[in-house]
């Protein structure tokens, strides 16, 4: 039952077992990322990353260079597919845009939004970095390779093109609410107001899942929900970690306001 819904839902995986792998790796790398967030064993970025440890591993670069590098190569990638893919059917073209604007919109407010105080470390720029760029290769690829075969019974790209939009409208606004926290020269984090915040911590989180997921409805690949469901709960762990930061730094933090998803996690 569950198989034969699947199937009217996605493409058949393609004969590569090189993107196969790559499904499987990145669902059980993101998700076991996820759980170590929750163990207290972050990825050292913004306010979770070890300061102390960091520095006297002398491999940090400043937070703005980090984030640069973390989404910068994918925005190449996407934007490089309609050179060396010039021709493509309607599918194939909303999954190269819908890619290439997500991170485009990231590399964007690294630029001219986000305000930056610290450092970040090499190895997790280096990881994080990577695994951006080979999402944006492999999704493209293999949503080329998808063009010669049947359409899936169930056409979910109609309902993944407002998804998206949605996604990564809300995931900005929060982000320049999160801007808005710090004046020129301030180093204080905040509790975060407005918007979604007065229900959960991270609503960034909840719209950047959003906009993955109308990517993956876009392309109705397994590649694309692999790599949405693991990246959904590196952002569940990530989120709750965040939750349990602020509790920590703030006696006056809501309790009411939950990680993720309002009234419930």
């Known amino acids: 039952m569950v198989l034969s819904v699947l199937l009217n839902l996605i493409y058949p995986p393609p004969p590569s077992v090189v993107i196969t792998t790559a499904s499987v790796v990145s669902f059980l790398s993101l998700s076991h990322a996820g759980w170590m967030e929750t163990r207290g064993k972050h990825m050292q970025y913004s306010k979770l990353k070890d ?36 021709l493509g059917d309607f599918r194939f073209i909303l999954l190269r845009s819908a890619v290439t604007a997500h991170f485009f919109k990231r590399v964007f407010e690294v630029l001219f ?28 690829y293999n949503q080329h390779l998808m063009q010669s075969l049947p359409e899936p019974a169930i056409d979910l790209k109609y309902i993944g093109i407002p998804m998206f939009l949605v996604g990564i409208c809300g995931n900005f606004y929060h ?75 703030f006696e006056d933090f809501p309790k009411d306001v939950k990680a993720l998803i309002p009234y419930i996690f």
């Open 51 to 86: 300061v102390q440890n960091t520095k006297k591993k002398g491999k940090v670069v400043p937070s703005k260079v980090g984030m640069t590098v973390l989404y910068a190569p994918a925005f190449v990638v996407g934007l490089s597919s309609f050179i060396l893919f010039p």
């Open 113 to 140: 939004v986000h305000k930056f105080s610290g450092w970040m470390d090499v190895e997790t720029m280096t990881t994080i970095s990577l695994s951006y760029s080979t999402f944006s290769a492999i999704a493209i």
């Open 175 to 249: 982000h320049y609410l999160l801007s808005k926290l710090r004046t020129k020269g301030d180093k204080q984090y905040k509790i975060p107001q407005g918007g979604l915040f007065s229900l959960v911590i991270c609503p960034h989180y909840l719209f950047e899942i959003l906009g993955f997921f109308g990517i993956s409805c876009i392309s109705q690949t397994l590649y694309a929900f692999s790599f949405t469901m693991g990246s959904t709960f590196y952002l569940m762990g990530r989120s709750y970690a965040t939750r349990k930061w602020y509790e920590s730094k």
